[in-house]
């Protein structure tokens, strides 16, 4: 059997909105399919900025997701 | 034997790195969380010229994690107690103390004396515009930041022409009320201990070449479960249309505004509208040990999280300007009351007690 998920992990305040650090999804083709997803299950991820890692590396606007790929949700922080 | 000599004895340091540091000029923005364990090893190392900048001073809640400062130095600037006590520890090193916050309109000239930034503030408007004078000015920026249990490190900008910068990660700056920092929700002192100690290794190994750094890269981790990801960072064409396109543009920005601080004004705004309606109200929304304290002018303390419990206070006020300690916390009381007082006046002052035509510099 193929694997057919993905994971994502979520850091800072995506990971509270989310009321996770860790989801595991089925399978989605790419960065925008997933980001539409997160926003209808978790409508408050709207209107949070974060940047998108596929198997740690960042990705720009509309990427693929290769099957059995973790994906980070990254927020900007600004404490110090 | 000299004090460096454990350190030179390492394989693949040597001297030759030692000497590295001790020709290095670094510029350490901010002297608080991440700051103080900046400060403190980048010194140690033998680090030959030191830049710290901040404005602001030392009130008790940033003991838990301000390692620099003491009950005694309550009240006094960070910048000039840090340089103090650095100057006493290292004859040779040379501390330079610059008791200002950051700005437009003074960050060129104290950037171009130094060959590396790093940056250790609080909020985005700075971390944003020290970003883009960093591009600007082509030096290498030592990023670091924290939230709750979490954060994270980066170099950028060290790459020369390809160098990813913090607009490629993210482009547009986050709202202030978006993401809270440490004053509101509360931080452990170790972590910004632990991070501020992986942005000085990232300076030593970035000035020296000793090692992998994390140019072009950058580590979360997390205290609670000792987790560490590392991001591989990539170029995103959206970085380029926030970056003001000179030093001269970057001066006549409102990095205030930039950061969605729109419901924001001045000082002197703010002051001019007092003025006009003398039934209006001025609140400061700190806690009551946070310091300095606005002097000569009538005004009322009610912590942000007493707000919207005392809210019918201000029923009858026709004005009502809230100011914090950067701006921060004051925005966020601006959002509470709008929801009890819609179409009421209701500012924050943008930068609050700290900001540059602050009365208290006056």
Redesign the interface.
């Known amino acids: 059997m193929t694997i057919t998920k993905i994971r994502v992990v979520a850091f800072g305040m995506i990971a509270e909105k989310i009321k996770t650090n860790l989801l595991e999804l089925e399978y989605m083709q790419d960065t925008e399919v997933l980001l539409g997803y997160l926003y209808q299950q978790y409508p408050d991820l709207q209107h949070t900025k974060f940047s998108i890692a596929i198997n740690k590396k960042m990705a720009v606007g509309k990427t693929a997701i290769p099957v059995g790929a973790e994906v980070a949700l990254l927020p900007p922080f600004s404490g110090g | 034997m000299d004090r460096f000599e454990r350190q030179y004895i390492l394989p693949g340091f040597g001297k030759e790195a030692q000497h590295k540091l001790e020709q290095a000029k670094v510029l350490v923005i901010?002297a608080?969380?991440?700051?103080c364990p900046v400060l403190l090893y980048l010194a140690a190392a033998g680090v030959g010229t030191i830049g710290i900048v901040d404005g602001d001073v030392v009130s008790l809640s940033n003991l838990n994690r301000q390692v620099l400062f003491g009950e005694g130095d309550l009240g006094l600037y960070k910048a000039e107690t840090a340089a103090h006590f650095l100057k006493a520890k290292y004859h040779d090193i040379k501390i330079n103390c610059i008791p200002e916050f950051i700005t437009t309109q003074n960050i060129k000239a104290i950037f171009s004396k130094y060959d590396l930034i790093i940056?250790?503030?609080?909020?985005?408007p700075t971390?944003y515009l020290v970003n883009d004078a960093c591009v600007l000015m082509g030096k290498p920026l030592v990023f670091?930041?924290?939230?709750?249990n979490?954060?994270?490190v980066a170099i950028l900008n060290g790459n020369g022409q390809n160098s990813i910068n913090y607009r490629d990660?993210?482009p547009?700056p986050?709202t202030a009320y978006?993401?809270?920092?440490?004053n509101e929700?509360g931080?452990l002192g170790v972590l910004?201990g632990i991070i501020g100690t992986l942005q000085a290794a990232e300076t030593i190994k970035y000035l020296t070449g000793y090692g992998e750094t994390l140019v072009d890269k950058?580590l979360?981790y997390?205290l609670l479960s000792h987790q560490a990801?590392?991001?591989?960072?990539?170029?995103?064409?959206?970085s380029k249309k926030g970056i003001p396109s000179s030093m001269e543009a970057l001066e006549a920005t409102d990095y205030a505004v930039v950061c969605g601080d729109g419901d924001s004004i001045d000082w002197e705004e703010a002051f001019a509208l007092l003025n006009k309606f003398p039934g209006g109200t001025l609140v400061d929304v700190r806690e009551a040990d946070e310091f300095p304290k606005l002097k000569g002018f009538k005004y009322q303390s009610v912590p942000l999280d007493l707000i919207d419990e005392k809210h019918q206070e201000w029923l009858n006020s026709e004005l009502i300007l809230l100011f914090c300690q950067s701006g921060v916390r004051s925005l966020k009381a601006v959002k509470m009351l709008e929801k009890h007082f819609p179409g009421k006046k209701i500012h924050s002052i943008s930068g609050g007690i700290e900001a540059p035509d602050s009365p208290i510099y006056k």
Not at chain 2, 178 to 182: M, T
Not at chain 2, 229 to 238: C, F, G, P, R, W
Request: one cysteine or more.
């Open positions: 901010g608080g969380g991440l700051g940056d250790g503030s609080d909020n985005f971390r670091g930041a924290v939230y709750q979490e954060g994270q990660i993210f547009d986050p978006e993401i809270p920092n440490c929700t931080v910004p950058m979360f997390n990801y590392t991001m591989e960072l990539s170029k995103n064409q959206d």
